[in-house]
């Protein structure tokens, strides 16, 4: 088991930008794949990026791709997620997830997640 604890969530402005870090803990981190995944108020969670395990292959949702970027650094056993150009919907709460060969967008490929973090961006 991995356990995990994201930071970084705030407000951000329109069009402004934050960074949130995931903190991994417990079984190697540099076997993992991750993923970040968010939940909107009254919505389902829904996929926003994965890394693989070696950091060579990332993945997007559409909504995100262009703004998000995720990123790890196995050495620090941290993954982290630069999110520009932020838009009102993408207003959730910011979940970090990991799971062995569970690179996609599916939540159910990931098998541990973090607590979240709240990002709020106003118009």
């Known amino acids: 088991q991995v356990q995990l604890v994201e930071s970084g969530g705030g407000l951000a402005q329109t069009g402004g930008s934050l960074r949130l870090s995931c903190a991994a803990s417990?079984?190697?981190?540099?076997?993992?794949?991750m993923g970040w995944f968010r939940q909107a108020p009254g919505k389902e969670r829904e996929f926003v990026a994965a890394?693989?395990?070696?950091?060579?292959?990332?993945l997007y949702a559409d909504s995100v791709k262009g703004r998000f970027t995720i990123s790890r650094d196995n050495s620090k056993n941290m993954v982290y997620l630069q999110m520009s150009s932020l838009k009102p919907e993408d207003t959730a709460v910011y979940y970090c997830?990991?799971?062995?060969?569970?690179?996609?967008?599916?939540?159910?490929?990931?098998?541990?997640w973090g607590q979240g973090t709240q990002v709020t961006v106003s118009s």
């Open positions: 997830a990991a799971g062995l060969y569970a690179f996609g967008r599916r939540n159910s490929e990931y098998d541990d």
């Open positions: 417990g079984r190697t981190f540099s076997n993992y794949d």
């Open positions: 890394i693989t395990w070696g950091g060579v292959r990332t």
